[in-house]
């Protein structure tokens, strides 16, 4: 076999292994060790040490210790070091432990039920106000932590439940907890995008700029078809009663609003505010965010030790998870690349005289199908650098290919039948609730975020202006 031919081979074997349920990190690390033997292989340069070993008449176990020291001389485990070694100082990296941390003890402080609470009476008027106000508790916590499945799996805890005592359709409910709990995804300060300037080499600055408006955008489309879809048909979301609801005076409601929506949105703000307009990096708005967790934890009387130590032991286990799948993807493409497989998809791409559009298209159909069996963080790490030099090739913006991507890895766990936030509802709801049902309910939501990935291609100023604005072209 050609080296092209072994490459291919490698990249196959690696979709074969995971849809099998291997580890990713690890199989990622072990076939680009593997391959990297084959790839970087030197008899000459390996054996030399052992060579020399024998004619000085070297004993039997300094034989042995020349024999197992040829077998390592290989560039593949220096290349595995070096790799390793810039995971761990890249800088921009080193935001998503203090954002993960920020997101964590947020969940844990109780901080995210007050909000959901003060927001559902401001919203009692409203179509749909209870799905209204957990569409916007879903955006503000999946905001702060970015991590879907912890949304959808508390939001399930605390407004499902709610939504279904107020006699709201189920599916109806499931898809708004379902929808608003992936856009942390997207909207800044978004993990995924540190990733993908971690990937791409494009400004993470840049990048949080670019995704605000078409964040908005997207949540705004789900909570305007909550409130028309409740105002058509008003059987799927029964307004409250005044009994259910309580009479509140406008004065205790601004105070609830002080005491729970303004300062989560305060402290996300600032975060997000440091960072766009140059007063942190996003490592130092990070820390803030982390320390702002932490001290609304503790105004809010909810930072016990068990608290901090499970939020520290999840940002730990989270944060492994992500560098080892950077250390893996990294040494994987450089394998891979060294090989020509990189080169061999690019000619068959540029072979096929595909339009800047058709590739566009394209590449996002191969990310949405990827999307069924991948999380985000492997499409992002793994996948996502293929594509990249071709990006190039058809002078598509870098930044306006990521935002794009954003918006598309929100149907990853919304497209039946793989959709991981159906799955993480129903792994909490009451047993009356069908797979079926939370299914039905997303499918609109699927719709939607189509429809503003049309808009974003139509109008790709939404992603442009606010940079261009704040930075300069």
């Not at 805890?157 to 709610?162: D, E, M, Y």
């Not at 520290?312 to 989270?318: A, D, I, N």
């Not at 891979?336 to 005289?353: D, R």
């Not at 935002?403 to 799955?423: D, G, H, K, R, V």
Request: with cysteine; charged share 10%; hydrophobic share 60%.
């Amino acid at each position: 076999m050609t080296d092209p031919q072994v490459a291919i081979l490698m990249l196959g074997l690696f979709i074969f292994l995971i849809m099998l349920g291997f580890p990713i990190a690890f199989t990622l690390m072990g076939m680009a060790v593997g391959f990297g033997y084959y790839a970087y292989f030197d008899g000459r340069r390996m054996w030399r040490a052992y060579d020399r070993a024998i004619e000085e008449g070297a004993g039997f176990f300094e034989q042995i210790e020349a024999y197992i020291g040829a077998f390592l001389n290989n560039r593949i485990f220096d290349l595995f070091v070096n790799q390793t070694y810039s995971v761990m100082a890249n800088d921009v990296l080193t935001a998503v432990p203090l954002f993960l941390f920020m997101g964590y003890i947020v969940e844990r402080a109780n901080i995210v039920a007050r909000l959901f609470g003060t927001l559902n009476i401001a919203a009692r008027n409203l179509p749909g106000s209870m799905a209204v106000a957990s569409l916007i508790t879903c955006a503000l916590f999946a905001t702060a932590t970015g991590i879907v499945g912890a949304v959808v799996t508390l939001m399930g805890l605390l407004a499902f439940p709610a939504m279904l005592r107020a006699r709201y359709n189920t599916s109806f409910a499931a898809g708004v907890i379902c929808a608003g709990g992936c856009l942390g995804i997207l909207i800044p300060p978004s993990i995924m995008l540190i990733v993908y300037a971690a990937t791409s080499g494009v400004s993470i600055v840049r990048l949080y700029a670019g995704a605000l408006f078409p964040g908005f955008l997207l949540a705004g489309l789900y909570v305007a078809y909550v409130l028309i879809r409740a105002w058509m048909q008003p059987e799927l979301a029964p307004k409250p009663s005044k009994e259910e609801v309580g009479e509140v005076s406008t004065g205790k409601l601004i105070v609830m609003l002080l005491t729970s929506f303004f300062p989560l949105a305060i402290l996300i703000l600032a975060v997000l505010g440091a960072i766009l307009f140059g007063l942190a990096t996003p490592s130092e708005a990070a820390a803030i965010g982390a320390l702002g967790g932490l001290v609304l934890a503790a105004i809010y009387r909810a930072l016990t030790w068990e608290r901090l130590r499970e939020s520290v032991y999840l940002t730990v286990k989270t944060s492994a998870m992500v560098c080892w799948l950077f250390v893996g993807s990294w040494t994987f493409a450089s394998v891979f690349s060294y090989l020509g497989g990189e080169q061999v998809i690019s000619n068959f791409v540029l072979s096929l005289q595909l339009s800047a559009l058709t590739f566009l298209l394209l590449a996002q159909l191969v990310i949405f199908l990827l999307g069924w069996p991948l999380e985000w963080s492997e499409i992002i790490i793994i996948f996502v650098p293929i594509f990249l030099p071709l990006v190039a090739h058809f002078e598509i913006d870098p930044l306006f290919f990521g935002i794009l991507i954003a918006l598309n890895l929100q149907t990853s766990f919304l497209t039946p039948p793989m959709a991981m936030s159906a799955y993480y509802l129903k792994g909490i709801s009451p047993p009356h609730v069908q797979l079926v049902d939370i299914f039905k309910g997303i499918v609109p939501y699927l719709f939607l975020v189509f429809l503003s990935m049309f808009l974003l291609y139509s109008f790709p100023q939404l992603a442009f202006w606010l940079p261009s604005q704040i930075y300069g072209r």
